[in-house]
């Protein structure tokens, strides 16, 4: 019989639909139902593309005599991370700090007050290396509730107040400035790797945000040691197994500092975040890698994670079945020399073992080899052909989720990328999911749902990120479009924003003032994966501040970057998207207003270089003389009968200009 998961939303949730387990989901009722027995709550968290969470799936909550022992000592409770990052990050933080370490899955015990006492990640099925077996795990905690429930108590009461000790006073010192900026170009100089790319050791993720960090501190100050680090880092990348030579698109991270061996998960945040950096590396240097990658990776998330209804799925799985009824990680995407030459023929086989370093011995599992591409290009005719017989295999799982803040981020990039290089669709696509946003994730206040799948929204309410990230695409989709609609849906994200998740002196929490209380309301500035909801809402408010004039949206931009004084000098690599955040602050940042008409050439050659300039966070609008689209456009006109742009800057504004050329000199000065 299936448990009460069976008419949730969430993919990872459904895949436990069918456990012995009597799954609960994320309720009051389960914890009333805990209180009721006098039971405490197994809470288990992951998320549907996490490989350690299948396999404890497979050997614990799908084993009958496991289940029975789950079912009758606890309430269990399941979430997914992705479609509730709020009990994820408090209960998360619980466990780094209890135990120095955390990941997925996530086991936490809990009292029916939601107070944690006991934590972990993965257990096995019997003890090994030293790890305690999930069901030794299980009748420890059992008898600790049962015979010693005082001390538990006493733990979980602990571990509440020590949370509640760490609480933020970050924001409003100040913002940060040249010296503190400088200072964090220097803490990633000295933490990049000159060998291979990128930044620290294994494992290795793509540092999108610090990239993006890096090419505005050379738009804004000529920096060649900030060009060169964001530029190889993006080549190191794009040549190596981390990024599908053959039909384009990010996995999460490399296992290996050479960016050789992917963990092979592919997450819509990553390519979204990757794809606009590339186009933004294409912009500085004109590296065709650069415009390759990201129009690959833009065609990859369209064509792989397009859901029916427009949005764009959260994830590939890393595992599928590799032919043989095992379910293995990287089966769909790794070669032999031998499958090469089935394939391709000899000749054409030997030069792509050569060209993609595909050994004999295998850089991966099992004598199999991940596709790098080193040096060259790919001929489009071998391309296509392993793509069909790699299309003959079986699919890696598809998370279906739509998780309304990394769609913000997809329609940003999507946006920038078909404006960039005339590639009408892609801002299409965009458009269409922007609109299923509004459609389906925004209530009539404006308040957002974090989720939706098949159609249906989610019941849980956004978090800072969603709306951060859903207003970042908006404004990027606004300049893009010149569609003032979007401006004016960003609008009401962003007052929502000022309204309920601003804390006093500029803070920012990662839920709103009404949402669900937690033992612990999160707050976490850092970017990791994603800009952090704190970083993503200073960003989105001031380019709305830049479009409209708004004082209080600047001055809530103002009091959330305190954090990235504090935080940028010591951990550039951990507030990346703060930093580029920062970086537009310092150059203004610069208003451009395009004025003519729609259709009109010298209007769309004026709008594309406003586009293509690299002047940190400058926002862009473009419309009909005296247009009511944008601010930006009022008591604007034609000069001479002819297409205009407007700069301004700091309360100052430059000549109108219908000189394409003039335009980019205005827009590229430092």
């Known amino acids: ?44 968290v992951g998320y549907s593309s996490c490989h350690w969470c299948h396999v404890l799936a497979r050997e614990s909550f799908e084993d009958e005599q496991t289940a029975a022992y789950m079912n009758e000592h606890f309430v269990n409770v399941k979430v997914d991370r992705e479609e509730r990052p709020d009990v994820d990050a408090v209960y998360m933080e619980a466990v780094q700090a209890a135990t120095g370490q955390g990941g997925w899955p996530m086991t936490v ?14 257990f096995p099925p019997e003890p090994r290396h030293g790890m305690a077996s999930f069901r030794q795990i299980l009748e420890g905690v059992a008898d600790a509730w049962a015979e010693r ?25 100040g913002v940060p400035g040249e010296e503190e900026l400088a200072q964090a170009l220097l803490g990633l100089t000295r933490e990049y790797d000159e060998r291979s790319g990128g930044f620290g050791g294994a494992p290795k993720f793509p540092p999108s945000m610090a990239v993006e960090f890096l090419l505005r501190h050379y738009a804004r100050t000529g920096s060649d040691g900030a060009l060169q680090m964001a530029a190889e880092t993006c080549a190191a990348m794009a040549r190596g197994g981390i990024y599908d030579q053959l039909g384009g698109g990010f996995a999460r991270y490399s296992v290996d500092r050479e960016w050789v061996v992917p963990h092979f998960e592919k997450m819509l945040y990553d390519n979204a975040l990757l794809c606009r950096v590339y186009a933004h590396l294409w912009r500085a240097t004109g590296s065709e890698l650069a415009r390759r990658v990201a129009l690959e990776t833009a065609d990859f998330m369209v064509r792989e994670l397009r859901t029916a209804e427009g949005g764009f799925a959260s994830a590939l799985d890393a595992d599928s079945d590799d032919g043989a009824g095992r379910h293995v990680e990287g089966a769909f995407y790794v070669w032999t020399p031998q ?30 080899s991940v596709l790098q591409l080193p040096d060259g290009e790919v001929d489009p005719s071998v391309k296509e052909r392993l793509l ?29 990328v078909g404006a960039y290089f005339e590639r009408p669709d892609l801002v299409e696509r965009a458009t269409e999911a922007a609109d299923l946003l509004v459609r389906l994730h925004m209530d009539d206040g404006a308040r957002l749902a974090r989720t939706s799948k098949d159609g249906r929204s989610g019941a849980h309410a956004g978090v800072l990120e969603d709306y951060a990230d859903v207003a970042e695409g908006f404004l990027a ?36 003032h009404d949402a669900e209380p937690l033992i612990r309301r999160p707050q976490d500035p850092t970017d990791n994966a994603t800009p952090s909801g704190w970083t993503a809402a200073a960003g989105a408010l001031l380019s709305y501040a830049a479009h409209t004039g708004s004082e209080a949206h600047r001055t809530a931009a103002e009091g959330a970057l305190g954090v990235v004084k504090a935080l940028g000098p010591r951990a550039p690599r951990f507030i990346g998207w703060g930093l580029a955040v920062a970086e537009a602050l310092l150059d203004g940042p610069r208003e451009v207003a395009v004025v003519g008409p729609q259709g009109d050439a ?60 003039e335009l980019a000199g205005q827009l590229g000065g430092r």
């Not at 538990?152 to 020590?162: F, L, P, Q, Y």
């Not at 394939?343 to 030997?350: A, F, H, K, P, T």
């Not at 586009?611 to 456009?633: D, K, M, R, S």
């Open 388 to 416: 069909a017989a790699r299309a003959l295999r079986a699919r890696p799982g598809r998370d279906d989720k739509v998780v309304a803040a990394w769609n913000g981020l997809a329609i940003a990039a999507l946006a920038e």
């Open 602 to 661: 010298a209007t769309r050659e004026l709008h594309r270089t406003a586009l293509l300039a690299q002047a940190p966070g400058a926002v862009v609008a473009v419309g009909e003389p005296e247009g009511e689209e944008f601010p930006l456009l009022r008591d604007r006109d034609l000069v001479d009968g002819s297409p205009a742009a407007y700069v301004c800057r700091n309360f100052a504004c430059r000549m109108p200009t219908t000189d394409p050329a």
């Open 1 to 44: 019989m299936p448990n009460r998961l069976a008419h949730e939303t969430s993919p990872y949730l459904l895949q436990h639909a069918d456990n012995p387990v009597d799954w609960w989901p994320w309720s009051g009722e389960a914890f009333e139902e805990a209180r009721k027995r006098g039971v405490p709550v197994l809470l288990s």
């Open 109 to 122: 015990f809990l009292t029916a007050d939601g107070e944690p006492f006991y934590f972990g990640t993965y």
């Open 149 to 173: 429930r005082d001390e538990v108590g006493e733990v979980a009461g602990k571990i509440v107040r020590d949370l509640a000790g760490r609480s933020l006073a970050y924001g409003g010192e």
């Open 477 to 512: 989709l606004a300049g893009v479009t010149g569609e003032g609609v979007w401006l004016e849906f960003a609008g009401f994200l962003l007052d929502i924003v000022v309204d309920q998740f601003v804390a006093e002196g500029g803070a920012l929490y990662d839920t709103a």
């Open 339 to 368: 499958q090469l030459r089935e394939v391709l023929g000899e000749r054409d086989g030997q030069r792509a073992v050569e060209l993609f370093g595909v050994t004999e011995e295998g850089t991966f599992e099992e004598g199999a």
